[in-house]
């Protein structure tokens, strides 16, 4: 157990070092190093390709190897908080990962050794105590005088059926809203920036929940038997999930677009059978693919003079071709962004704000922003104004410093043991598109704070809307007279 630990603090220790002594390419290469041995011990012991220790171990380690190059001028020396900073929101998720789960799982052992000694008691005729539930352990609950039933899966079935097809229609209806009161479609726009401006306050959170088709039909096929599998069944889900698909293409939103596709591949390998090596090599070949295509295509159609990101990119070697660099920036300069941060909080630039930043949730939801926009607009240290986005720990220490990234990194990190541990039983699937959502935002930790964003915490409550539409039946408690 303590094996990632050990080679997480020893490798960062050494990579720091060579930071400092050596060379940025040689620290670089040290954590790229870290990253792999992490995953492969990670995929030893989860045997899951989308477990989430193995995700944040590959992707956040991997894009800090990435960002330690500095391979653009635009990139400092990383401050000592920002080395920090980066080690212990990884260190201190895991721990608070493992800990949860072994709590978790020693509250379930304890459970079925209290369920078998009350199963001896009943055959041997003792009497019990009520549990003071229907009868029907596990499949009913009251709460707030709602009685919810657990549907069997034959109805979950047909009511998923009907959510990839209100996944389709609502999220159409709002894009469509969107073009016609905004008078353009960006992909159609020869505006270089214009998916930026297309965005309607409130509309614009449906029409990019399109991304939730594809991940429902997925769950349906997995959920359903091949005989009860019609042509019918076939088209409708291929038809919504190809309209889901053409949303993000229309907006030019290659994040968007990764949503999309993603999302239903890692409920596949979350939730479906052992897939044959060849088969998901191939698969997950095809992704790439259909995303590169994708991305070259976008990229292409937002129109940018030539030689533009050469200049906004500012690389140390020129020679490197667009894509590459495309690529690269768009994972490390993350990094260099909080590094940013750091400087600024240390010269007095800017001024810890003390959770208005983690709680924009709360002012965008509630429309408080426009009430008191005072308090959602503020400047954010970067490396380059165009390049804004930013790493999953930015805001923590934006608002709390050192203590925030600590705080952030326990209670995620619980969070994550819980969601793994539940979606583990598979007994409601549906609940495998919150586990694809927090899969995501761990693969992509290197590029937003996700969870100051409005548009996470939206989806986050639609999907426990979704999961339960799909997954209980809702009927009132009449209150009995009281003599």
């Given at each position: ?85 980066f080690?212990?929101?990884?260190l ?77 229609v ?57 005989e ?40 596949l ?11 998901l ?28 990101l ?48 983690q ?7 509630t ?42 990194s ?6 994550c ?29 290197f ?36 003599l």
């Amino acid at each position: 157990m303590l094996t990632p630990y050990l080679i997480g603090i020893g490798m960062d220790l050494a990579a720091f070092a060579a930071d400092r002594l050596w060379s940025d390419l040689a620290a670089g290469i040290i954590l790229m190093a870290e990253a792999v041995m992490l995953g492969i011990y990670f995929y030893r012991k989860d045997r899951c390709l989308v477990s989430f220790r193995l995700l944040l171990s590959v992707f956040w380690i991997g894009g800090e190897a990435l960002g330690v190059m500095k391979l653009s001028r635009l990139h400092r020396e990383w401050t000592i908080a920002a080395w920090l900073s980066f080690s212990l929101f990884y260190l201190l998720w895991l721990l608070s990962f493992d800990l949860v789960t072994v709590w978790r799982k020693r509250k379930t052992e304890a459970k079925s050794i209290a369920a078998q000694a009350m199963s001896v008691q009943e055959q041997s005729g003792q009497p019990q105590m009520s549990s003071g539930q229907d009868g029907e352990t596990g499949k009913k609950a009251r709460l707030f005088g709602l009685m919810f039933e657990a549907r069997s899966r034959e109805q979950m079935q047909k009511y998923l059926l009907y959510t990839v097809v209100i996944m389709t229609v609502i999220p159409w209806a709002a894009f469509l809203f969107e073009a016609v009161w905004l008078g353009f479609i960006p992909l159609f726009s020869i505006e270089p920036h214009a998916y930026s401006y297309f965005h309607v306050s409130g509309v614009h959170y449906f029409t990019v929940s399109s991304c939730f088709a594809p991940s429902l039909a997925m769950i349906w096929l997995l959920l359903s038997k091949k005989e009860e599998r019609g042509k019918r069944e076939y088209l409708i889900l291929a038809g919504c999930s190809l309209a889901s698909l053409l949303i993000p293409v229309l907006c030019v939103s290659k994040f968007f677009f990764a949503f999309t596709i993603v999302m239903p591949l890692i409920v596949l390998l979350l939730l479906g059978p052992q897939i044959p090596t060849r088969y998901l090599v191939t698969g997950i070949g095809l992704v790439a693919a259909v995303f590169a295509a994708a991305v070259v295509f976008m990229t292409a159609s937002r129109h940018y003079e030539p030689g533009y990101l050469d200049s906004v990119f500012e690389m140390k070697n020129s020679s490197i071709p667009v894509m590459i660099q495309y690529v690269y920036m768009y994972i490390a300069n993350n990094y260099a962004n909080f590094n940013e941060l750091t400087i600024a909080l240390a010269q007095g630039s800017v001024s810890q704000l003390w959770g208005l930043k983690q709680l924009f949730p709360v002012f965008a939801l509630t429309g408080l922003k426009f009430v008191f926009p005072e308090l959602t607009v503020f400047y954010q240290p970067v490396t380059k104004d165009i390049l804004n986005t930013l790493t999953i720990i930015y805001d923590a220490y934006y608002d709390f410093n050192l203590i925030g990234v600590i705080g952030f990194s326990l209670i995620l990190g619980a969070v994550c043991a819980v969601i793994s541990e539940a979606t583990a039983r598979k007994t409601r699937p549906v609940a495998g598109l919150f586990y694809a959502q927090i899969a995501l935002y761990l693969m992509l930790s290197f590029f937003s704070a996700w969870f100051s964003v409005a548009t996470t915490w939206f989806w986050l409550v639609l999907t426990a809307i979704l999961w339960l539409y799909t997954s209980f039946s809702v009927t009132r408690v009449e209150k009995r007279d009281k003599l």
